[in-house]
């Protein structure tokens, strides 16, 4: 097969890479193809199935003939069920016009990003952030400006960070918590010492990624920006999706809401790309807001008991360091004191990437490295996978750092 010509090529895909996190978990897979005993903890998904009660709802949509176009922004079932969620969860007003609805909270940030951005502009984005954030903003001819958190500020913005960080030039803040790839979430108190400082900024919009909003434990409360400071409402997106609450990730739908002239931007868009999310994932979704919340606590509990494990464990190996965050289904590891050892292979370690690589091909364990996130020496675990399977890929864990010379 011979490569395309350069000049072929859209000079926006040069500025931009494959999604690490996919990568990871397809070179897992291939490695099992290939009959190695390998332990995937790259992939960001609930490993629990949809609920019946979900799958019913799309069954009973196809039976009834919802198998046609819908309206670009979502059908009005789903939007009046996204506003009534953003009223019942985070106490936030929004008409159903003020919503929007896309094949996957990835597209929301995709669609809002390219719908306002221009060369020039400016999208802060903190490190480590969600593999994507960068690289939208970067198809949109904007500049990422990347701002890193630190492992003793609990991986969160500081407010002094922000300010820092903001220009005449800044359009977007992208915030996302719980987050992907840290857990880290923000009280009431942290978020509003963060809306202090862009309440003085009136050119910057928030995207608030609140995708992991429900996976919170130890009786962590959640909130969002706009719910938090009412004077950002005007220039906030809030954006979530059922993908990770409701184990919907293959059916593709992620959701928002915020001002009606955005929403309507963003609607121009979609119009001229998928038109709309599946009228079946749509139907299924509004049974996922409007339906029993009631496994949700068991969600939580499950994923809580699996991050204590994992967290006490990695602690218990050589060299490594693991804060315990309050949400999603990560945690974000330190390798600093094991750069520049030796693994059994005879290779120096002298990267996060190595320290996946090296991990990867001498225990069979798939996590993804720092570097990818954008703030290294760390590595990323997602511990949506059984307990069995977490304690023996810890366990490999151990058995690789205590070897490291
Ligand atoms: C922080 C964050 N935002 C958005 C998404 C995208 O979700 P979806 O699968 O609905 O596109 C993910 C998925 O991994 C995520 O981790």
Redesign the pocket.
């Known amino acids: 097969m011979s490569a395309l010509p350069k000049a072929f090529l859209a000079e926006s895909l040069g500025r931009i890479q494959p999604s690490p996190t996919i990568a990871v978990s397809q070179k897992a897979r291939d490695l099992k193809a290939a009959g190695r005993d390998v332990i995937g903890l790259g992939a960001?998904e609930p490993d629990f199935d949809t609920p019946d009660n979900i799958k019913e709802a799309a069954i009973a949509a196809i039976r009834r003939g919802e198998t046609k176009y819908t309206a670009v922004e979502g059908i009005p079932e789903l939007r009046k069920a996204v506003a009534a969620k953003f009223k019942r969860e985070n106490g936030l007003d929004y008409t159903p016009a003020q919503t929007f609805v896309a094949p996957?909270?990835?597209?929301i940030?995709y669609t809002a990003l390219l719908a306002t951005l221009n060369p020039g502009d400016e999208v802060i984005v903190p490190a480590p952030y969600?593999v994507s954030y960068p690289d939208i903003a970067l198809l949109g001819g904007a500049k990422p400006v990347i701002v890193d958190m630190k492992l003793e500020d609990g991986f969160r913005l500081t407010p002094q960070a922000l300010e820092r960080a903001i220009t005449p030039k800044t359009k977007w803040l992208i915030f996302?918590q719980p987050s992907?790839p840290t857990g880290a979430c923000y009280t009431r108190e942290q978020l509003k010492a963060l809306t202090d400082v862009l309440l003085r900024h009136p050119q910057v919009w928030i995207l608030t990624?609140d995708?992991?909003e429900h996976l919170v434990y130890g009786g962590f409360k959640f909130h969002t920006v706009a719910q938090v400071e009412p004077r950002l409402y005007e220039r906030t997106l809030t954006m979530n999706?059922v993908?990770?609450a409701y184990a919907m990730?293959g059916w593709?739908?992620?959701y928002c809401a915020g001002p009606e002239p955005l929403i309507k931007a963003m609607a121009k868009l979609q119009s001229q790309s998928v038109s709309s999310a599946s009228s079946v994932s749509q139907w299924a979704s509004v049974e996922a807001l409007n339906g029993p919340q009631d496994f949700i606590p068991k969600f939580q509990k499950i994923f809580e008991e699996r991050r204590d494990l994992v967290v006490s464990m990695l602690n218990q190996a050589h060299g490594i360091e693991c804060p315990k965050p309050e949400g999603a289904f990560y945690v974000y590891p330190s390798v600093r004191k094991l750069i520049g050892k030796k693994a059994p292979s005879g290779k120096t370690i002298a990267s996060d990437e190595d320290f996946a690589a090296e991990l990867l091909d001498g225990e069979g364990v798939a996590v993804v490295h720092g570097a990818a996130f954008g703030l290294s020496p760390f590595f990323r675990i997602s511990y949506a996978t059984s307990t069995e399977i977490l304690e023996e890929a810890c366990k490999r864990i151990q058995r690789f750092c205590g070897n490291l010379r």
């Open positions: 960001g996957g909270g990835k597209m940030v969600w996302n992907n990624d995708m992991y999706g993908s990770k990730t593709r739908i992620g």
